[in-house]
């Protein structure tokens, strides 16, 4: 681990990094972990497992079916081939967003097309993605799926992007991964579009070390997803497969601490939203930064991450990457936001519409520590890190 040493009162004191998220556990994980043990459900098959999806499906509304899954990534995966994508399809993807959303179009052989954001939810812009869609149907190829992600945990603009999507026929794969918690006019992220992925990530909202989520509309669609998910398997009684097959189902020891995560997660919520609400404090006064919130009282945001603007002044040697060295330099971790993805060598030959909010939004945009279990100690080694950089304002 890194250290730091700073000097107070003459006596030299170890200062731990900071770092951005970390997992917080709720103290119930062992006990569901333990009973995986104790009754040899260590696999992809236990109680644990049904228990997570039923705790889930409770959390989000009955009008979701949870199937458990290895990652959000395969949840991302699964929902493509649920929603009929093949190779030589287009696919619409949030620009501004982690690889992980749009790597799996690539997984099916499909092409992806990146959108813009918008300045309110820095989040996939409807003009934007009307635009494609008319372009890329004048083209004679309609887009086969929609990827909107809701980014740092803040709701994108739900009903203006599935106002453009039913009138093209066109369907959301809605990614929460960030945003379990989050809701629009009460409700829950996850649950808008014609397929939800949720990730449980170690350094997500809740985490099962590995794992994610896949939310469907129907029984139907949740279990064929499972039939994917566990190497699409016949119903014979030998190995018998007629379509293709992914070990993509989750372990019931994974299971087993999402369990006990699901007990804290409106309390880590909380927590995250109070770190939100600190960063607002600390910048209250500091004209360079924007403290990324949500836009009305519409939107209610887990804010998984903290995000900030940092409007530049080469005169006075203030910018984004100025502080976050700054951080760095006083052993805190922060990050620059996801850089889009089409500008990102794997991606940029692809086709992009839009203009450049999200690479604005890249070039001045900071992540700040935002785990749910900050100490005060931290959060004051936070806030004195900040000030004394803007000091030279």
Known sequence: MMFVFIQILGIQMASSRIYLSVPHMGGTEQKFVQEAFVTNY?????????????????????????????????????????LGVQAGDTVLCQSMTFSASANPILYQGAIPIFIDSEEDTWNLCPVALEEAIRSEIEKGKKPKAIIAVHLYGVPYKIEAVRAVADVYGIPILEDSAEALGSSFKGQKCGTFGDIGVLSFNGNKIITTSGG?????????????????????????????????GYNYRMSNICAGIGRGQMEVLDAHVQLRRDMHDFYVDVFKDIAAVSVFTVPNSDYFANYWLTAILVAPDAAKGIDREALRLALDQANIESRPLWKPMHLQPIFEHYPYYGNKVAETLFENGLCLPSGSNLTDNERIRIKEAVLAFFSKE
């Open 42 to 82: 260590i696999s992809t098959a236990g109680f644990n497992i049904g228990e997570l999806e039923r705790n889930l499906r409770n959390y989000l509304g009955n009008e979701a079916h949870v199937g458990a899954l290895t990652s959000g990534t395969a949840a991302i995966h699964l929902g493509l081939v649920l």
């Open 212 to 244: 994610g989520a896949i939310v469907t509309p129907t029984v139907a669609l949740k279990e064929k997803a499972i039939f994917f998910a566990t190497q699409s398997r016949d119903a014979a009684p030998h190995y018998q497969h007629s379509e293709i």
